[in-house]
T-cell receptor, first 112, second 110 residues
Framework: DTGVSQNPRHKITKRGQNVTFRCDPI?????LYWYRQTLGQGPEFLTY????????KSRLLSDRFSAERPKGSFSTLEIQRTEQGDSAMYLC??????????FGPGTRLTVT | GEDVEQSLFLSVREGDSSVINCTYT??????LYWYKQEPGAGLQLLTY?????DMKQDQRLTVLLNKKDKHLSLRIADTQTGDSAIYFC??????????FGTGTRLQVFP
């Protein structure tokens, strides 16, 4: 059990560019979550998958954001036409039940 | 509505006990959690409690839940410098998403 991994750990991009982040959950965890954390705040829920099905999306997830989990294993989060307000830490978590979510180290996005 | 509140900062001397407090508004919370975050890192689960419990102890950690007042606390016994971090309280309701507080920064001084 190697834990939840996220890549890249840091991403600097220019406003208007597209970025994609990857999350590899703990093996055999069927639930996968994305959260966003801005400086000085707690994480905020973005979206959630059970296997390959995306079951819930937050209002925070504008149409520039898309998440996929095509084979029910790893997941990607893409942000199109990035804005400075997208600068944040993007956290992924996985779970085998509804009780406990295990978080990865996060991807820190800086939009210049 | 869903809202979780925490005090922003706590400073304690090494060896003393720390008590971090949290209040939540949704009485239908099923589980309540404490996570620890060190600078630049992800969240580490410390402990969690089911809403029908009053207390849970795990080594140096004691969680107390007062459902009537919607108050959750985390007590760390014999606080060490390695305990310096931000501590987040979180609740889950009927859905799978977690609702987090803004975090309490714990500073431990020698």
């Amino acid at each position: 059990d190697t834990g939840v991994s996220q890549n890249p750990r840091h991403k600097i991009t220019k406003r208007g560019q597209n970025v994609t982040f990857r999350c590899d959950p703990i093996s055999e965890h069927n639930r996968l979550y994305w959260y966003r954390q801005t400086l000085g705040q707690g994480p905020e829920f973005l979206t959630y998958f059970q296997n390959e099905a995306q079951l819930e999306k937050s209002r925070l997830l504008s149409d520039r954001f898309s998440a996929e989990r095509p084979k029910g294993s790893f997941s990607t989060l893409e942000i199109q036409r990035t804005e400075q307000g997208d600068s944040a830490m993007y956290l992924c978590a996985s779970s085998s039940d509804r009780q406990v979510q295990y978080f990865g180290p996060g991807t820190r996005l800086t939009v210049t | 509505g869903e809202d979780v509140e925490q005090s922003l900062f706590l400073s304690v001397r090494e060896g003393d006990s720390s008590v971090i407090n949290c209040t939540y508004t949704d009485s239908s919370s099923t589980y309540l959690y404490w996570y620890k975050q060190e600078p630049g890192a992800g969240l580490q689960l410390l402990t969690y409690i089911f809403s029908n419990m009053d207390m849970k102890q795990d080594q140096r950690l004691t969680v107390l839940l007062n459902k009537k007042d919607k108050h959750l606390s985390l007590r760390i016994a014999d606080t060490q410098t390695g305990d310096s971090a931000i501590y987040f309280c979180a609740e889950s309701i009927d859905t799978d998403k977690l609702i987090f507080g803004t975090g309490t920064r714990l500073q431990v001084f020698p």
